[in-house]
Antibody, heavy 120, light 110 residues
Framework: QVQLVESGGGLVKPGGSLRLSCAASGFIFSDYYMNWVRQAPGKGLEWLSYISDSGGTIYYADSVKGRFTTSRDNAKRSVYLHIHGLRAEDTAVYYC?????????????WGQGALVTVSS | QSALTQPASVSGSRGQSITISCTGSSSDVGGYDYVSWYQQHPGKAPKLIISDVRNRPSGVSNRFSGSKSGNTASLTIAGLQAADEADYYCSSFTDNTTPVFGTGTTVTVL
């Protein structure tokens, strides 16, 4: 069965950096776009980034452009999110999600999420 | 890209039908048949329940249905059950070739 498992979350000081990882299993990883989505405490979902199946195309939400970097390693069946210059407002649960549906534009499987807390 | 507009809350009695709207613009909802819906229970990851406006993934109850008219998409839940109490989010592909989520709707079963 399809599984996505995020790791790398934790408590980080403002201005710090973090790398989140998402390990995939149960499907041909190199065939799918992958996304990062976050949810601040008590708030809604915010799409952050997607990376194409080959890794050759990457898009970011305007709100994180320049501070967030998405990458993938198809050999390791993993996708990564590097976050730099962390701010209090980056405190959230970060999810990786597979691009799916007939059009590939929906998020058909999600990880359990990784909590990132930014605080001094 | 601004979030799509959803009502903050919708409620209904068990067995009733409810509809949640998701309003965008011609640059997103109105321009593409790429609207999807997600159900999220407290403390859990979202779950895809409708893709591409009206397609139900395998295993999703046929009590959930999706539609679209102009710049507004809708999710209807028929035969409301206690387990349907959750937050619901729509999302749409946009002209920017990026997705955008809706503001989210809390469904309460009375």
């Amino acid at each position: 069965q399809v599984q996505l498992v995020e790791s790398g979350g934790g408590l980080v000081k403002p201005g710090g950096s973090l790398r989140l990882s998402c390990a995939a299993s149960g499907f041909i990883f190199s065939d799918y776009y992958m996304n990062w989505v976050r949810q601040a405490p008590g708030k809604g979902l915010e799409w952050l980034s997607y990376i194409s199946d080959s890794g050759g195309t990457i898009y970011y939400a305007d709100s994180v452009k320049g501070r967030f970097t998405t990458s993938r390693d198809n050999a390791k069946r993993s996708v990564y999110l590097h976050i730099h210059g962390l701010r209090a407002e980056d405190t959230a649960v970060y999810y990786c999600a597979r691009g799916g549906g007939n059009s590939g534009t929906s998020f058909d499987y999600w990880g359990q999420g990784a909590l990132v807390t930014v605080s001094s | 890209q601004s979030a799509l507009t959803q009502p903050a809350s919708v409620s209904g009695s068990r067995g009733q039908s409810i509809t949640i709207s998701c309003t965008g613009s011609s640059s997103d909802v109105g321009g593409y048949d790429y609207v999807s819906w997600y159900q999220q229970h407290p403390g859990k990851a979202p779950k895809l329940i409708i893709s591409d406006v009206r397609n139900r993934p395998s295993g999703v109850s046929n009590r959930f249905s999706g539609s679209k008219s102009g710049n507004t998409a809708s999710l209807t839940i028929a035969g409301l059950q206690a387990a349907d109490e959750a937050d619901y989010y729509c999302s749409s592909f946009t002209d920017n070739t990026t997705p955008v989520f809706g503001t989210g709707t809390t469904v309460t079963v009375l």
